[in-house]
């Protein structure tokens, strides 16, 4: 096709979305109403799934060691637990840093507890980082049984919850934003064949006078697109402009927690990145599926 | 030249429209195709340019056999023949000017060209005035007028016309027939079906008449030969 031609296809394009004025409106009012639900969606999963990763990173093993254990059999307690494929990584903390630890946490009150700094009841302990945190539970369980091991600690019972909600919570997720693409694409689809089926008789007559199924095709696709493109507009600044509030709003409480939430950017950048793109896809497919039925003429 | 040979078109619902017909039309000939409503006239037209196609038979347009035309090439082949229809067809949204473009647009023809060529067949019929001007603007005699200047922009050698005057008053229907004249004066072959009795019996040219699916007269210098 000549590059004149694809000008020709393209301003034709934009004649159409003016002219028909009603359905234009109707076609991008539904990408916006789906693409405001999806981002919406897709920002808080985005998120939820952001606190669930830095949960995980915080799940970690304290393998309390045997007092009785001297530093020849704790180096080798060491090699044991590295020799463990799933383990990530395992640091020593003496026992002293354990009780700074533990007197820090306690603020004020924790003053009471120096008096153990000449003898320290706690034991050296081993942090065992696992590669998948889902790991945590079955790595535990094996260093269990070694030898020179008083204590395995890695918040029994609370990690097996937490993964089992997060895991629930991610298969949710992703079932319902495709459930809602679907219905957008669904939606879409519709909105344009109701246009495309007001101009049969438009495409009729171009097959009379000699269209190609292309030629005809090309308007009609780029129509999809800038509908598409359209219909992300409002969606985007919506999203952004809220999620700037929500970040300024609840970025301040969460200070100090564990949970972070993603940052204005570029996590809003990506996301309209997203949505255009989505945007234009539903568009894109949405009039070509409609036209096609069209061009047997 | 259009030739059919052995044609027969019979319908999915049973109606048999086109029950064995040979005929021969050559180059630059004027034909009428004149019957009865109902004996097969509209199907006998439809088969030229390609949107029926015969159960049986084949029929040869411009050398190209439409019984084995593969669908994809059914546009390529409509680019080299015009056809005019009793509701014009014309493309609402796009004005006088772009709907007689569109047919060399499609065919990627050089915008330079487009304009000249555009602005002599809208001279020819006589519609240089109103090109901006949209088809709900216009009579109806000057639709139909737009709708032969789409018809033979593309210079074809066939132009086929199914009632072109079917929807115009008696005076208006002169003026386009004054058209095709001309147009058939500059070497185009023109296969017209009409009711109109009047223009058959002033125009005199070849009379094809369709009864039943069947050639029933084919003169030279006929008569349209039915009660209106």
């Keep these: ?297 | 030249m259009i030739e059919m040979q052995e044609v027969y078109k019979k319908y999915p619902n049973g109606v048999t429209a086109i029950n064995g017909i040979d005929v021969r039309i050559n180059q630059g000939e004027f034909v009428y195709v004149v019957g009865p409503s109902g004996a097969g006239k509209s199907t006998f037209i439809k088969m030229m340019y390609r949107e029926e196609m015969p159960s049986s038979g084949t029929i040869t347009l411009n050398g190209v056999n439409l019984a084995k035309l593969r669908m994809k090439k059914v546009p390529l082949f409509r680019r080299n023949l015009g056809v005019v229809f009793q509701d014009f067809k014309l493309l609402p949204s796009l004005t006088v000017y772009e709907n007689v473009a569109f047919a060399l647009e499609v065919i990627e023809a050089q915008p330079k060209f487009i304009r000249k060529r555009v602005m002599e067949v809208l001279d020819l019929v006589g519609l240089k005035h109103k090109i901006k001007m949209l088809p709900t603007e216009l009579s109806g005699g000057e639709q139909q007028r737009v709708s032969i200047a789409r018809s033979i922009v593309n210079s074809p050698k066939v132009v086929i016309a199914d009632e072109p005057t079917g929807n115009l008053d008696p005076e208006t229907s002169w003026d386009i027939m004054n058209i095709f004249e001309e147009v058939n004066r500059r070497g185009t072959t023109i296969v017209m079906a009409t009711h109109n009795r009047e223009i058959v019996n002033t125009i005199k040219h070849r009379v094809i008449a369709i009864e039943a699916g069947k050639i029933a007269r084919d003169e030279q210098r006929g008569e349209y030969g039915y009660e209106n």
């Design chain 1, 1 to 297: 096709m000549k590059i004149r031609t694809i000008g020709r296809h393209a301003r034709e394009s934009i004649k159409n979305i003016k002219r028909n004025g009603w359905m234009t409106f109707a076609s991008v009012s539904a990408v916006t109403v789906t693409l405001i639900l999806v981002g919406v969606f897709f920002v808080i999963m985005m998120n939820l799934n952001r606190v669930a990763q830095t949960i995980e990173q915080d799940v970690e093993i304290r393998v309390h060691i045997d007092v009785a254990a001297n530093k020849q059999q704790q180096q080798s307690l060491k090699s044991e637990i590295e020799s463990i494929s799933e383990v990530k990584s395992v640091e020593f903390s003496p026992k002293t840093k354990e009780l700074d630890n533990l007197v820090k946490s306690l603020g004020e009150d924790g003053k009471a507890f120096k008096l153990f700094e000449q003898d320290n009841p706690l034991n050296d302990v081993f942090i065992v980082k696992t590669k998948k945190p889902t790991d945590t539970m079955q790595v535990a369980k094996q260093i269990e049984k070694a030898n020179y091991v008083a204590k395995v600690k890695y918040g029994q019972g609370k990690v097996e919850k937490l993964f089992k909600f997060i895991k629930a919570a991610r298969n949710v997720g992703v079932v319902l934003i495709i459930g809602l693409f679907f219905t957008a694409i669904f939606l879409i689809s519709n909105t344009i064949k109701i246009t495309i089926i007001a101009r049969r008789r438009e495409i009729k007559i171009m097959r009379l006078v000699g269209a190609t199924n292309t030629f005809i095709r090309w308007p009609f696709f780029l129509e999809g697109l800038w509908l598409g493109i359209l219909g992300s507009i409002l969606p985007i600044i919506v999203i952004g402009m809220a999620y700037y509030r929500a970040y300024d709003y609840i970025g301040p409480k969460l200070q100090g927690t564990f949970i972070k939430v993603l940052p204005f950017d570029p996590f809003v950048y990506q996301v309209s990145g997203i949505l255009i793109l989505m945007g234009a896809l539903i568009g894109v497919w949405g009039s070509v599926m409609s036209v096609r039925k069209f061009l047997r003429v």
